[in-house]
């Protein structure tokens, strides 16, 4: 079993910034690709960010140069460090991870947390 703890979310004004963390827990052996996404209302989810087991990092276009993704194999641990945001970013963040464990490759979601940008 896994366990997926999502934080960082909030209200924050335009043009600032939020840190997004998300955590696996619990048995397996390790994570390929680890991403986020997000879902603003009335809208279908979107990939956001992805980083892979080997560091190799895509993002939307929409966030490129803003937004920066990271990962800490050894805390299975993913960021999204969110900057100059802007009011269209504003949805819910779900963060994903490709989990192996022996033979199975699993996929994990986490929560969501909310983020909203406004004045």
């Known amino acids: 079993q896994v366990h997926i703890e999502e934080s960082g979310g909030g209200l924050v004004k335009p043009g600032g910034s939020l840190r997004l963390s998300c955590t696996a827990s619990g048995s397996f052996n390790t994570i390929y690709d680890m991403d986020w996404y997000r879902q603003a209302p009335g809208e279908r989810r979107e990939l956001v960010a992805r980083?892979?087991?080997?560091?190799?990092?895509r993002y939307a276009d929409s966030v490129k140069g803003r937004f920066t993704i990271s990962r800490d194999n050894a805390k299975n641990t993913m960021y999204l460090q969110m900057n100059s945001l802007k009011p269209e970013d504003t949805a819910i963040y779900y963060c994903?991870?490709?989990?192996?464990?022996?033979?199975?490759?699993?996929?994990?979601w986490g929560q969501g947390t909310q983020v909203t940008v406004s004045s």
């Open positions: 994903y991870f490709q989990v192996v464990d022996g033979r199975n490759i699993n996929d994990w």
């Open positions: 980083i892979m087991n080997s560091g190799t990092m």
